[in-house]
């Protein structure tokens, strides 16, 4: 759990072993491995907590088309949420590095490191409205010539 004084997270992974029926499905120990390789800082901690042999999850993620996909799967729903936790509290950092900047008592380096930090954060903003810019523009240009294609 991650704790400050805006916000409380705490990942909840209970939601994402929400899987469709497949003509083959997970074992059990595969989910725990699952579960273990989600929560643990490396693959062997996931083994031991998960009381599967370091051996096994090695083989699936190498093998098993499933346990790949699942893991993935996970993997960007993780980071999906990540993402989220991250703009929500954006506008939080942002005026702390604000602050920073407008203190006159904080140290120069502070200051000179905020500024940068925002600075790079905009310019990065900027890069991401100019490539969804330049993709919608692409893709309306791609619609617009499936129109005008006769079969």
Known sequence: MFSGSYFTFSPDISNLFVMEQKTKTLSQKQFRALSALMTSPNLSTAA????????????WLNTDELFQKEYRRLRRQSYSQTTALLTSVS?????????????????????????????????????????????????????????????
């Open 48 to 59: 031991t907590s998960s009381g599967t042999s370091r051996a096994s999850i090695v083989r």
């Open 91 to 151: 506008s939080l950092a942002v005026k702390c590095l604000v602050d920073i900047i407008q203190d006159a008592s904080s140290p120069v380096t502070g200051r000179v490191n905020a500024s940068l930090g925002l600075l790079r954060m905009a310019q990065s903003g900027l890069e991401t409205e100019s490539t969804a810019a330049e993709m919608s523009e692409i893709l309306a240009e791609i619609e617009r010539e499936k129109e005008n294609v006769r079969y």
